[in-house]
């Protein structure tokens, strides 16, 4: 590989498309040039949830602006680009269809080779652009809207499944049981902002797994119990729970969060004391929550157990995230970039098959 690259990255495989261009020099931990994004939320909100055929017409849209913005904002042009780098998988097919395609393009009309990347990668890499970045090995807690993984990572693309979701993941329980309360999509940041004046030992939520010895995590029977609880208290006044009184919304929006995140915070202890590991990287999303932060900066400061975060703007999908993970996959040597560009995507791709 050459000494000096950059690396454009592109992110489109939900409802945000993300473009970033990221430096390699040498074996220096790669950095960020620019990026830019833009969030398709505000659409889809309409609907509750994400609409695929609209989210991949508003990727069509963004991606090129997007990639405009950046370039500009770093001071490169399109010549400046050594390698494109996209998201290959997970995610929507049509969304993913989108930036591998435009990438694709660009790679072939710049005659620059072009590198399909994990999504779940660039959120595990993610933290590396902080400002303090973690070291390997560390345990990795992945919690976004479609994933809840524990992962033991040795090095770029050495990792090793340790547990995941066996149902709904941390951000789609968050998400759901938001939707139960009446709050918009996306439902995580609203139902955490909803139960910061709610009291979290109000309703007794269930904490699936929590005591099942292994690092497996379930989480589809609490949104049920959410919504017993719900109907339930709203049986007596007409049944519409999104009229309850605002405790009673911010009681149970609380409840359910401290269920959540006393489960993700568990076993990540435990993966930590399985491994006999001292770091712990969180990424993804759900990675945002603050009470999730809270309670791990508690728990790991008394194990004397380091955690790093992603940068807040970079917990959630972003180009970011992918132009670094393909930055330090070239550099480790893990990957080579391609100038074929019969381009394909893998709407379903489990990380530890990379
Ligand atoms: O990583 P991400 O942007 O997209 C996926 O790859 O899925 O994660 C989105 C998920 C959504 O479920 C969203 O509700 C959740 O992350 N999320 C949060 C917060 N911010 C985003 N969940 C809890 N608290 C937050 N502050
Ligand atoms: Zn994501």
């Not at 690092?215 to 309850?244: E, P, R, W, Y």
């Not at 359910?256 to 006393?262: F, H, K, L, S």
């Not at 712990?280 to 955690?307: D, P, S, T, W």
């Amino acid at each position: 590989m050459e000494k000096n690259l950059k690396v454009l990255g592109i992110e489109s495989s939900c409802d945000e498309t993300g473009v970033a261009l990221v430096q390699v020099q040498g074996r220096a931990l790669p950095t960020l040039l620019a990026d830019a994004l833009y969030s398709q939320i505000e659409m889809h909100q309409a609907y509750g949830g994400v609409v695929p055929e609209l989210a991949s017409r508003d990727h069509i849209r963004r991606v090129l602006p997007l990639t405009e913005q950046v370039l500009a904002a770093s001071g490169q042009t399109l010549a400046d680009v050594d390698v494109v780098a996209f998201t290959r998988g997970p995610g929507l097919a049509g969304a993913l269809l989108v930036g591998a395609g435009v990438a694709c393009a660009l790679g072939a009309a710049l005659n620059k080779p072009v590198l399909g990347m994990h999504h779940l990668e660039g959120h595990l890499l993610s933290p590396f652009l902080s400002a303090d970045p973690p070291e390997f090995p560390f345990v990795a807690l992945l919690v976004s809207g479609g994933h809840t993984q524990l992962m033991r990572v040795d090095g770029v693309g050495r990792y090793t499944l340790l547990g995941e979701t066996i149902d709904d993941a941390a951000g789609e329980a968050f998400d759901k049981s938001a939707k139960l309360l009446g709050l918009s999509y996306p439902g995580g940041p609203a139902l955490s902002k909803l139960a910061e004046a709610g009291d979290p030992t109000a309703f007794k939520l269930p904490r699936p797994l929590l005591h099942s010895g292994n690092l497996d995590f379930s989480f589809s029977g609490l949104k049920t119990a959410v919504m017993v609880q719900a109907k339930k208290l709203a049986a007596v006044q007409g049944g519409v729970v999104s009229a309850l009184p605002a405790i009673v919304l911010a009681n149970l929006a609380a409840s359910t969060q401290a269920a959540i995140v006393e489960v993700l915070v568990k076993k990540s202890l435990t993966a930590l004391t399985q491994t006999g590991l001292n770091r712990l990287v969180v990424a993804g999303g759900v990675g945002a929550n603050r009470m999730l932060r809270e309670q791990l900066n508690a728990a790991c400061a008394k194990r004397r157990v380091r955690v790093h975060y992603p940068e807040l703007h970079l917990c959630t999908d972003n180009g970011a995230m992918i132009a670094m993970a393909a930055a330090m996959r070239l550099q480790a040597g893990q990957q080579t970039a391609s100038k074929v560009y019969a381009f394909d995507v893998k709407p379903r791709w489990p990380l530890d098959l990379l």
